[in-house]
DNA sequence: ACATCATTCAACGTAATTATTGAATGACAA
DNA sequence: TTGTCATTCAATAATTACGTTGAATGATGT
C-alpha cells in the first residue's frame, strides 16, 4: 500500500491479524471453526446470530488469514487457515487466564450456579481410573487430542458431543478435561451430561498442566 | 458486571487481550519490553511517539493483563507480565507470516532473493560460534544490549556499522540479530554487510526469543 | 516552600468497528 | 425460465478506538 517503513508495516499487519481476534463472536467463530470446516448458516445458528453478521465476521477473519472459504453449492464452507490460527488462540486464551481477574471471577459465578461442580484431582482422577469407575473424556477437538491426550480418555469433541452420546456409558462417572483450568469446553460437557442425567465432574486442570505435573501422556500415531 | 451467560463473558475477556495486541504501536511497545522493564518515556523516545500516546497505550495493556507497572521514584516502569505475552505475539506473528501475502511483500521488499536470506538458526550459530566461523553482531543500540546479549556478541548500532566496518572481521561470515525475527535493523546490517562484501545472514529470531530459549545471556556491568 | 521532571488525566475531533436492515448475487431445482 | 435458498453487499446509526492538546498529579531536589 503506502511506501511507508517497513517495520510499521509489519507491525501493522500483524495487528491485522490480533485486531481481528479482538472480538468474542469472531473467538467463537474460531471455537466452532476448530472443530472442522462449517456454513455460515450453521454458524449463525449455533451462535445464535443473523446470518449477515456472522457472514461479515468470517469475511473479516479472511482478510486477515484466519480462515479460507470454499463454495459447496449454494453453501460457503469456512475452516480455520491452519492450527496456527488455534494456538494463537491459546496463547491469547492463556494470557487471559493467568493476568485477568475478570476471568477467574466468571469461573468462580459458573460454580456458583452448578451447585457441585467440584473438579477432580489429578491423583483421584488416577485412582479412579485403576479402578475402573470413571470414563475420561477429552473434549478438545481431534488434532489436540492427537497430539497428547490422558492415557485410556476417550475423544469426543464438545460439538459431536450430542450425535455421540451413546459412547459414553451411563453407568460410570465422566471426568471430562480440556486445554486448561478454565477452558469452557469442558464446563459446556459436564453441564450438557448433567442434562441428560449422567453424572460428570471436570478434570481440575487441563492437559497442559498435566503433563506439566509428570503425567504420562499417550499419543496418537 | 453483567448477568450474561458466562460463555459469552469469557470470550470478551479473551477478545479484551486480543483487541490490546491489534494495533500496531502497542506491539512495537511489546517487542521492546521484551528486552526488559522499560520507563514510559524511555519508550516513547524509541518509538518516537509522544509521551501522553504512549502513556495511554500501556495503561490499556496494563487493563488487558499484557503488562505492569511499578513505580520507581519519579519513573514508572512498565513490565510485560510474563513469557506469555510474548507467546502470543509470537503465534499472532506465526499467522500473520503464514497467511497474509502482504507480510511476504514487505520482506521480499528487503531482500530480492529469499533462498539468500535464510535465516541462521540457534542451535547452528551455537555450532558455528564453538568453531569460531562466525561473528556475532548485535545491531541494538548501546542500552538495550547492555542489559543483556548473545555471549560473544559485538554491538554495532545499525546507524555505527559503516563507520566501524573495520571492526568485522571479512573473514568470517556475520550473524546478525536484534530484537526479534522481523526487526527490521538486523535485515539493514544484512543488506548493509553484503553490499560491502561480507558474507551476512540473520539468526533466526531475537534476543527475547534467544532468551526464551534458555540459552546464556551475556550483561555488561 | 518552590521548581522540575515523569507520568497521568480530561476533553476533544476524527476515524474505525459493530450490528442492523433490506436489496443484490449466485447456485440449484422444478 | 422461475422460484428458492445461502450468502454477500450497501447503507445506516451507535459505539468505541485513536491521537492530540493542555492541565493535573506525584516524586524529587533546592
Chains 1, 2 share one sequence.
Not at 24 to 47: C, T
Not at 164 to 180: F, H, M, N, S
Request: glycine share 6%.
Amino acid at each position: 500500500m503506502s511506501i511507508r517503513n517497513p517495520k510499521q508495516a509489519l507491525y501493522e499487519q500483524f495487528a491485522t491479524v490480533a485486531k481481528a481476534l479482538g472480538n468474542p463472536q469472531r473467538l467463537e467463530l474460531i471455537e466452532h471453526l476448530g472443530q472442522g470446516p462449517r456454513s455460515v448458516d450453521l454458524l449463525a445458528m449455533k451462535l445464535g446470530l443473523p446470518i449477515a453478521n456472522v457472514s461479515q465476521h468470517l469475511q473479516s477473519m479472511r482478510r486477515a488469514g484466519l480462515v479460507s472459504a470454499e463454495r459447496d453449492g449454494k453453501f460457503v464452507n469456512y475452516r480455520l487457515a491452519d492450527e496456527s490460527v488455534l494456538a494463537a488462540f491459546a496463547s491469547i486464551r492463556t494470557v487471559a487466564e493467568r493476568h485477568l481477574a475478570e476471568v477467574d471471577r466468571i469461573v468462580r459465578g459458573y460454580f456458583d450456579a452448578r451447585d457441585d461442580m467440584e473438579p477432580v484431582a489429578r491423583e483421584d482422577l488416577v485412582q479412579r481410573m485403576r479402578d475402573g469407575l470413571v470414563t475420561v473424556l477429552d473434549v478438545r477437538p481431534p488434532d489436540e487430542f492427537a497430539r497428547g491426550h490422558v492415557p485410556g480418555a476417550i475423544n469426543v469433541p464438545l460439538g459431536d458431543l450430542e450425535s455421540r452420546l451413546q459412547e459414553i456409558d451411563p453407568a460410570l462417572e465422566v471426568v471430562a478435561y480440556c486445554r486448561g483450568p478454565w477452558c469452557v469446553m469442558s464446563f459446556e460437557a459436564v453441564a450438557a451430561l448433567r442434562a441428560r442425567g449422567i453424572s460428570a465432574r471436570r478434570l481440575e486442570d487441563g492437559l497442559p498442566e498435566w503433563k506439566a505435573a509428570g503425567m504420562p501422556v499417550e499419543i496418537t500415531a
